[in-house]
């Protein structure tokens, strides 16, 4: 499954790893500089920092998209990353696979049932024990399941 990016991905990418470099921030320092020793050549003080302020502002605004672009696709492969990781550990809870779809409530609610995990874990004095939500469960399970057995009927 060969992809070959379009004109803008690869427009995107370019000047994403350009406007990174040193030479855009030497670039961009050079340009102030220049900025400041033509003062001279302009008939007002405001048209001369009108010039200033309209040229960071339209850079400024271009560099959050590219910038916002460049991070979606990074954030999208890092989680596609930690998906198979989570997929392919086992005792990992599946669940948490694409948590990035539920909503503030629902990860919150799963932030919390981690805590009470991490403290169950402190209490028994074993904090880098593995405990997941599902182990949880089926511990709850059986411990039902064989209170149920020796209860009488």
């Known amino acids: 499954m060969e992809h070959r990016p379009g004109p803008f991905e690869r427009f995107a990418h370019w000047a994403t790893y350009w406007t990174g470099s040193s030479w855009a921030f030497t670039l961009a320092l050079l340009a102030i500089i220049i900025?400041?020793?033509?003062w001279p050549l302009f008939n007002s003080f405001d048209t001369w920092q009108l010039i200033i302020n309209?040229?960071?502002?339209?850079?400024?605004?271009?560099?959050?998209f590219l910038i916002q672009r460049s991070q979606n696709k990074e954030l999208m492969a890092l989680q596609i990353k930690l998906n198979e990781l989570l997929?392919?550990?086992?005792?990992?809870?599946n669940r948490l696979i694409d948590i990035e779809d539920l909503s503030e409530e629902e990860v919150e609610a799963l932030?919390?049932?981690?805590?009470?995990?991490?403290?169950?874990a402190k209490r028994e004095k074993q904090p880098t024990r593995a405990h997941s939500?599902?182990?949880?469960?089926?511990?709850?399970?059986?411990?039902s399941a064989e209170s149920k057995q020796g209860s009488p009927k």
């Open 111 to 120: 932030h919390e049932r981690y805590k009470t995990l991490l403290e169950r």
């Open 133 to 143: 939500i599902e182990e949880r469960r089926e511990a709850h399970k059986r411990s």
């Open 87 to 93: 997929a392919a550990v086992k005792g990992a809870s």
């Open 54 to 64: 309209t040229a960071t502002t339209i850079v400024t605004f271009l560099m959050v």
């Open 35 to 38: 900025w400041l020793f033509t």
